[in-house]
Each structure stands twice: as structure tokens, then as C-alpha cells.
């Protein structure tokens, strides 16, 4: 089955770090530019980051440069996303989105996301 | 950084056509995706370039673009549409942008 599944969400205090991780199935993942989307409880949707098939391109939307990173495993066919410094703002629920073979295409896969909680 | 405007709600009865406006500055000249998201679920891809239908999306939904706004338009409404509709786009600058996003509401 083709398929995104998030992990590592939960409850951190302000200043903390997190881990999310996104396994996918049934598809080769090395194909695919990968992006990480939140969603802030009763808000819109937010891109976050996206990275290239080889890893070797990153982009990040502004509030979370300096502070998150993106980063890939192909050999297991895995996503994550470092988040360091966190702040009230940062919590959402984070999505893990397949991409296409260049940076601009939509997202046609979507986990069902692990939620990020920043409090103290 | 590039801005995508959609109405906080639309409305229509059941058999109807539902049109979800997104506006942008000269957003004809970019490619628009559409997704919907039901609570509590993840976003599913409605739309893309435009105007393309992904596998097992209904013949229903069609989607337009030119000027400074592009539409999702939905024909024959049925209560399971009901749900958020997000129009998206890449932006040089400010990588992929969403809109706010549009409850569609069928009465």
C-alpha cells in the first residue's frame, strides 16, 4: 500500500527539541522531492520545508529557518524533521507530503500527521 | 511573499454548484493545486495544474485559472463535499504558499 506514516510527536516545553520522523511505503521514495506541512489547531495549512530526492537541495519557509531541519534516509525510505529552539507558535499538526521529480509540484500523498505541542 | 485570498465559507444546497474563488497577484501565470480536508483527516489533492483531475476524484470537480484568480468549482454538491478547500501554489520566493483556506458548508 502506498503510504506516509508521521511518528515522534508530543508534548515538549518551550526551548525543547523534537524529532518527527515519516516512513513511506509502496513507492519509491527516492524518486520524489519530500515536504513537511503543519496544520496550527482550528488554523490553515503551512509549508514547512522541502527537500530533493538526494537530499543535496533544501528550502525552509522563513519563521522556522535556523532552527528546523530537513533531512532524508532513502536507504530506508524515510523523512525527518529536526526542530530545535521551539516555540508556542510551532504547535500544529505535522504532515509528511510526497512531492514530485522537481521542487514545485503538488502534494498527491499525505500521512496522517503527529501532533507537535509546545507548552509549558 | 506571495499571498493567496479565499473566502472564509461558501454555501450551497444539495445538487448544486459550489465555486471556491483563490486570488493572487497574477495567478493565472502560476500552476494551482487544490486539496480537501475533512475533520480530523488529512489533506487529499483535488486538483492540480490547474485544471487535472487525480485518479478516483469525481468528474464533479473541475478548476480554472486566469487573471488574478482561479476557481474550484464543484457541480452537483453532495453532502460528502462538504468539507475545508485549500488552493496552493510554488512562489520563488516563499517556496509552496496555501490560502486560508474555504468551508464549504452544504445545507
Known amino acids: 500500500e502506498v503510504q506516509l506514516v508521521e511518528s515522534g510527536g508530543g508534548l515538549v516545553q518551550p526551548g525543547g527539541s523534537l524529532r518527527l520522523s515519516c516512513a513511506a511505503s509502496?513507492?519509491?521514495?527516492?524518486?520524489?522531492?519530500m515536504s513537511w506541512v503543519r496544520q496550527a489547531p482550528g488554523k490553515g495549512l503551512e509549508w514547512v520545508a522541502n527537500i530533493k530526492q538526494d537530499g543535496s537541495e533544501k528550502y525552509y519557509v522563513d519563521s522556522v529557518k535556523g532552527r528546523f531541519t530537513i533531512s532524508r534516509d532513502n536507504a530506508k525510505n524515510s523523512l525527518y524533521l529536526q526542530m530545535n529552539s521551539l516555540r508556542a507558535e510551532d504547535t500544529a499538526v505535522y504532515y509528511c507530503?510526497?512531492?514530485?521529480?522537481?521542487?514545485?509540484?503538488?502534494?498527491?500523498?499525505w500521512g496522517r500527521g503527529t501532533l507537535v505541542t509546545v507548552s509549558s | 511573499s506571495y499571498v493567496l485570498t479565499q473566502p472564509p465559507s461558501v454555501s450551497v444546497a444539495p445538487g448544486k454548484t459550489a465555486r471556491i474563488t483563490c486570488g493572487g497577484n497574477?495567478?493565472?501565470?502560476?500552476?494551482v493545486h487544490w486539496y480537501q480536508q475533512k475533520p480530523g483527516q488529512a489533506p487529499v489533492l483535488v486538483i492540480y495544474?490547474?485544471?487535472d483531475r487525480p485518479s478516483g476524484i469525481p468528474e464533479r470537480f473541475s478548476g480554472s485559472n486566469s487573471g488574478n484568480t482561479a476557481t474550484l468549482t464543484i457541480s452537483r454538491v453532495e453532502a460528502g463535499d462538504e468539507a475545508d478547500y485549500y488552493c496552493?501554489?510554488?512562489?520563488?520566493?516563499?517556496?509552496?504558499?496555501f490560502g486560508g483556506g474555504t468551508k464549504l458548508t452544504v445545507l
Open positions: 497574477n495567478i493565472g501565470s502560476k500552476s
Open positions: 495544474y490547474d485544471s
Open positions: 496552493q501554489v510554488w512562489d520563488s520566493s516563499s517556496g509552496a504558499v
Open positions: 507530503a510526497r512531492g514530485g521529480a522537481g521542487p514545485n509540484f503538488h502534494f498527491d500523498l
Open positions: 509502496g513507492f519509491t521514495f527516492s524518486s520524489y522531492w
